[in-house]
């Protein structure tokens, strides 16, 4: 056996390779006679042969031919053994989501070198080799796992180039803290926010969302960002908040939901405009309900319906006006304050104002009453009867004329005479005007 490395020149006696294809020597056969016998010779053949990987593990030999071989020829065999530098390539790829604590990873590096070559695996970052064998393998893979990873072999002949590949293990995502404070107090129209700080592989979407004191504990989306900010505070954040985030894995949607934050609002009374009718129309003679929601912390000491010069707290009533006491909503700290009006007129048509009054200061708020009164049967009658006037008046005048041949219906008619010269007209053939008649009687004079 002879070893060479990849790329190298050998020169030596050979004359035949090992699938018995000839080869050319480089150099022509020289035939000499030993130095301590001259009647002896010696024959020197060199092949120079360029030996690339593909090589290895193959055979030269070389073939004396000669009389005196009892087989006419004699030959020598010798095995290449090329050494070259390692190649490497990857198996095992994952190609989908490797989950934490539940997949395994195992990626092996394949090498091709001679002689044997020692492969190590190291990690981006790390002094360390991560492993010195050829596979790669985490069981179960987990979070710490995850990094670039190189795969790199060496031997006598070289160093192969280094292959690498990233190594990605998701998780659900986790909430790791929403702030210390699990209920949060605020003055009414201050500012206050909340932050959500979230982790997970892919990096997680955050959600807050509030849950209304209300019996039916409607949620409201308030912000898609970790942190939920709210320039201006008022009684309809009121409520219970939770941060959600959220990601995919394998096609599959993780979530986790954080503890509950209250915010709690404190401060004047303030009447929810949304919550209230602008304008409120009822028939003549109907009752009319004048309603609005009014909230505050602490609860108002003082609730008022106030309409010209006149002021009905709640609870009183004075003539066809009647305020209820103040009743709870369902929401927390909100109260409904209402104003009956009975056998409504056309004078209850105008503006009606709530005022609310807490120890943390007033609000006001205003609502339109209109009443629609019906039309009464005399107005009815005296409507009717004009109309009916009217649409005679108009048949008549259109009657009288057609009858004088006025308006677009008028005609015009030329004017005729008989001329006294009854044979002068008939030889003319016919009726002339006037003018020509009176020519006709001058002639015959």
Same mark, same amino acid.
């Given at each position: 056996m002879i070893s060479v490395n990849n790329g190298t020149n050998v020169y030596d006696y050979y004359m035949r390779s090992a699938n018995q294809h000839e080869i050319t020597p480089t150099?022509?056969?020289?035939?000499?006679?030993?130095?301590?016998?001259?009647?002896t010779w010696l024959a020197l053949s060199v092949l120079e042969l360029t030996i690339s990987k593909e090589n290895h593990g193959r055979t030269l030999s070389c073939v004396a031919v000669h009389e005196s071989y009892s087989t006419k020829s004699s030959s020598i065999e010798v095995r290449l053994d090329v050494m070259y530098v390692p190649e490497t390539r990857l198996e095992g790829i994952p190609k989908t989501d490797i989950e934490?604590?539940?997949d395994a990873v195992a990626i092996k590096c394949v090498v091709h070198a001679n002689p044997k070559a020692a492969v190590v695996w190291r990690r981006e970052g790390q002094n360390q080799p991560v492993s010195l064998q050829e596979l790669l393998q985490f069981s179960p893979a987990i979070r710490q796992h995850s990094g670039l990873y190189t795969c790199q072999a060496r031997n006598k002949a070289g160093e192969s180039q280094p292959?690498? /590949?990233q190594v990605d293990v998701k998780y659900p995502p986790k909430i790791i803290s929403i702030g210390r404070d699990r209920v949060k107090t605020v003055t009414l129209f201050s500012p206050? +926010?909340?932050?959500?700080?979230?982790?997970?592989?892919?990096?997680?979407?955050?959600?807050?969302?509030q849950k209304l004191p209300t019996p039916s504990n409607k949620e409201e989306e308030r912000s898609r960002d970790s942190k939920l900010y709210i320039a201006n505070v008022t009684y309809d954040y009121q409520g219970e908040y939770?941060?959600?985030?959220?990601?995919?894995?394998?096609? /599959?949607e993780r979530s986790e939901i954080s503890e509950p934050i209250i915010l709690q609002v404190h401060g004047a009374p303030q009447v929810l405009r949304h919550s209230a009718t602008p304008e409120v129309v009822v028939d003549k003679g109907d009752l009319a309900d004048l309603s609005m929601v009014v909230c505050a912390d602490p609860r108002p000491r003082f609730v008022a319906w106030?309409?010209? +010069?006149?002021?009905?707290?709640?609870? +009183?009533?004075m003539g066809r006006y009647k305020v209820d006491e103040v009743t709870q909503e369902d929401r927390e700290d909100c109260y409904l304050a209402t104003l009956h009006i009975k056998d409504a007129s056309a004078t209850d048509s105008r503006t009606y104002i709530l005022a609310v009054e807490n120890d943390r200061g007033t609000d006001r708020h205003a609502v339109q009453l209109y009443v629609k009164e019906p039309l009464q049967m005399s107005t009815l009658v005296s409507l009717t009867g004009g109309l009916l006037v009217t649409f005679l008046l108009l048949v008549c005048g259109c009657v009288y004329a057609v009858r004088t041949e006025k308006c677009c219906f008028a005609r015009r008619r030329p004017n005729?005479? @008989?001329t006294g010269d009854i044979h002068n007209t008939q030889s003319r053939g016919g009726i002339e005007p006037t003018?020509?008649? @009176?020519?006709?009687r001058r002639d015959a004079t």
């Open positions: 150099k022509q056969q020289t035939n000499t006679t030993e130095l301590d016998n001259p009647r934490d604590l539940k292959i690498r /590949v206050t +926010s909340f932050e959500c700080l979230g982790e997970g592989n892919p990096q997680p979407t955050y959600k807050w969302l939770r941060c959600i985030v959220t990601n995919i894995i394998k096609g /599959v106030e309409w010209g +010069s006149q002021r009905l707290e709640a609870g +009183s009533e005729y005479r @008989v003018t020509q008649g @009176v020519a006709g």
